[in-house]
């Protein structure tokens, strides 16, 4: 392994601890077209599954399943261009020398399919993985991306707009149990571990471990790790700092914002809005619509995350109190039927309603799939639900991720929590025998800290030394970590 820490200890810090689409005509104007990134939209295309027709690349690959493979040079180009944000996978590609820490990994994966993924895993294949991988969302692949993945090679299954058949059809080819054997697995929601353990459970005799970077596949695993079903280790991205404080943090704070003018053009001034959740998302939500003039109210389980609501100068109250008078909700929990048909009855006709969680789950979409509600789709991705007496509810996404299903993520902070699933992997696959047992595990802090130390020279920064006299002082090495291991 080519990536060396400083006095780092090679053990980690131990923790113990679905989809539903709904097929809706389209009726699009050039308008609401024109309102999507064009590596987003897929308004150009038709809507039929590409399951059955032929596909092949330039070189005659066909073990793949996307929408258009003749995108591929457009996907090419806006891999390289989140490159350019993604230093720190750009360094484990030169760090790695003629060595390839990943050289007989077979890696299964099941991620959102953008740009910034490509980047991970291509940097995955330089390391010397082979990757075959599916989509966990399926509204957030980018179609151009899945071309150019599959003409270089990796055998992709996603496209964007999947139905739920599709979504799963898609992970089984993605597994590939009667042709390909996988012996890691990296997960975003817990879906591809979930489908392995139900349908393919022989292949976790081969598989060395998990890389689970979502609360809600967490959930899924430490409910597993309880009940004496997880059969391999798993590494939690999710709770590693690097994850929690940037990318659930910056990443939600600056695309919750894009994700709602491409899709509603909505001005935020003076706009009352609802955020259910205070966790990190919720933190960067709130910060962002706040910024912009919204008057933001907060729902919160938690009375220490409530706390820090009020202290950061919202209003927390309960949502069936507030749903009457605000013109948006925000879902930003990670858990089932936060917003339910009570709270939906109560909206005023012309809400916002979205989901910044990672599962679709947060709002109870199944209450508005009854007969006296219509369904009318007004743009991609923005659905009217209307009600007997004509009051609509502006639903987004169909109350999935909202930043990825109708907008693009900064690249950069994507960088950081990328760089933390590649480290683990690499440790997960090359961890002697015994070091895991059948558990979840989380990151130490020497390596948040060096995934972040990668990312300073971007912006020109220079840490500070620690003394000898200091480092005595505080009971710590010269060298980090400069955190204990349950810092979060």
């Keep these: ?204 005799k081969n598989i060395k471990g998990i890389v689970e970077e979502s609360v809600t596949g967490i959930y899924r695993l430490y409910q597993m790790s309880k009940a004496g079903r997880l059969c391999v280790p798993a590494i939690n991205v999710n709770d590693s700092v690097t994850k929690q404080k940037f990318d659930n943090l910056y990443c939600c704070k600056e695309s919750i914002l894009d994700g709602l003018k491409r899709t509603t053009d909505i001005m935020f001034g003076g706009k009352q809005v609802v955020v259910c959740g205070y966790g990190e998302v919720g933190k960067g939500c709130c910060a962002a619509l706040k910024a912009l003039g919204a008057v933001v109210y907060v729902t919160e389980v938690d009375p220490i995350c409530a706390l820090q609501a009020c202290m950061d100068g919202f209003r927390v109250n309960k949502l069936s109190e507030v749903a009457r008078q605000v013109d948006m909700v925000v879902t930003c929990t990670g858990n089932k039927s936060v917003v339910r048909r009570e709270h939906l009855d109560r909206m005023k006709d012309g809400c916002i309603l979205c989901n910044m969680g990672h599962s679709s789950t947060e709002i109870d979409l199944v209450s508005l799939r009854t007969a006296e509600l219509r369904w009318e789709r007004m743009r991609p991705q923005v659905d009217h639900v209307i009600w007997p007496d004509g009051k609509r509810i502006v639903l987004l996404a169909e109350g999935r991720l909202l930043n990825l299903s109708c907008s693009t993520v900064p690249s950069f902070v994507l960088s950081i929590t990328a760089t933390t699933q590649a480290l683990a992997l690499i440790e997960l696959y090359s961890a002697p025998e015994g070091r895991y047992k059948q558990d979840v595990y989380l990151l130490p802090k020497k390596m948040d800290e060096y995934v972040a130390s990668l990312h300073l020279p971007t912006f020109d920064a220079h840490l500070s030394e620690v003394t000898d006299e200091q480092a005595k002082y505080l009971g710590i090495s010269k060298h980090g970590p400069f955190k204990p291991n349950d810092y979060r």
Excluded at 39 to 67: A, H, N, Q, W, Y
Excluded at 99 to 110: D, F, H, I, T
């Design 1 to 204: 392994m080519p990536i060396q820490f400083t006095d780092q200890k090679q053990e980690f810090n131990k923790r113990t601890s679905n989809t539903g689409h709904r097929s809706l005509p389209h009726s699009i104007s050039q308008s609401s077209t024109d309102s999507y990134g064009s590596v987003c939209s897929d308004s150009s295309e038709d809507g039929s599954s590409p399951r059955d027709k032929p596909r092949r690349t330039s070189k005659g690959l066909s073990d793949f399943c996307i929408k258009n493979i003749k995108q591929a040079e457009f996907g090419r180009r806006e891999i390289i261009i989140a490159q350019q944000e993604m230093p720190a996978l750009m360094i484990l590609r030169k760090g790695a020398g003629g060595e390839k820490p990943l050289a007989g990994a077979q890696v299964v994966g099941c991620t959102h399919i953008t740009a910034q993924t490509a980047v991970l895993i291509e940097t995955l294949s330089v390391l010397g993985a082979q990757c075959r991988w599916a989509a966990c969302n399926i509204f957030s692949t980018q179609n151009a991306v899945a071309a150019a993945l599959a003409e270089g090679g990796t055998p992709v299954f996603a496209w964007r707009g999947e139905s739920e058949d599709d979504f799963w059809w898609c992970i089984d080819r993605c597994v590939g149990a009667e042709t390909w054997q996988p012996n890691m697995i990296m997960d975003d929601g817990g879906d591809l571990t979930h489908w392995i353990h139900k349908k393919h459970p022989s292949l976790f």
